[in-house]
């Protein structure tokens, strides 16, 4: 779903698709943007990869509801979030957060909260794809 | 100056052009990025943008300065750092911050680490254009 100020999304694209989109905005002089990046090891051993699934529905609902919540906490903010689902391999980013606010205190302490929430709520699990040896 | 640990620049190119070469790191599960955008108004009246001016060469030893301070007092990261000088418009952004890290914590309180000491001692001015009434 998505409205003026956010725009949620959990599906197998990348997220530079689902960033495409996004404008700086002239009433926000700070424009944050984590990436969660799949790394190379898991357990000290070598990946090829995730896999992360999702009942999708369910968790663009809880995603939804953590937007609406930081915005009845928070000052006026804009957040784009993606959480890509399928095999994301190694390098390769699978969750982004972008948040743009007027200052930049506020954008350091939203992401980070939205990055939490998101970690703590959404219904997103992930199988390890080891490399062969 | 550019390592593979760190990179610096302060020119009139734009952020996107100084952020083109970067890369996602596979050690790297968190990817950064701040970007400080010139905002509409300044002191309650609207504005056409900011001219930004630097004694460049001091202003790039500072901010190599501050990349190799940060990387003694805290774990491995790669950081990018660019600020746009000349006149950058309302809704633009002047000024880039990209951290990886492995873990995510890292990577907030480093890219609000180097923008606090950026703010505090890079020789960088800014002339604020406002709009013809």
Redesign the interface.
Known sequence: MATEEFSVSISEAPVEEAEAGWK?????????????????TENGRRIAGIDYSSYGPMAERELTAICRALREERPAHRVLIHHRTGFVP????SLLIRVGT?H?AE??DL??EY?KRIKATVPVWKTIRYEIP
């Open positions: 700086l905005h002239p009433a926000n002089g700070a424009d944050l943007r984590f990436l969660g990046v799949v790394r190379e190694v390098g390769v980013a007027p930049s954008a350091f992401a980070r990055l």
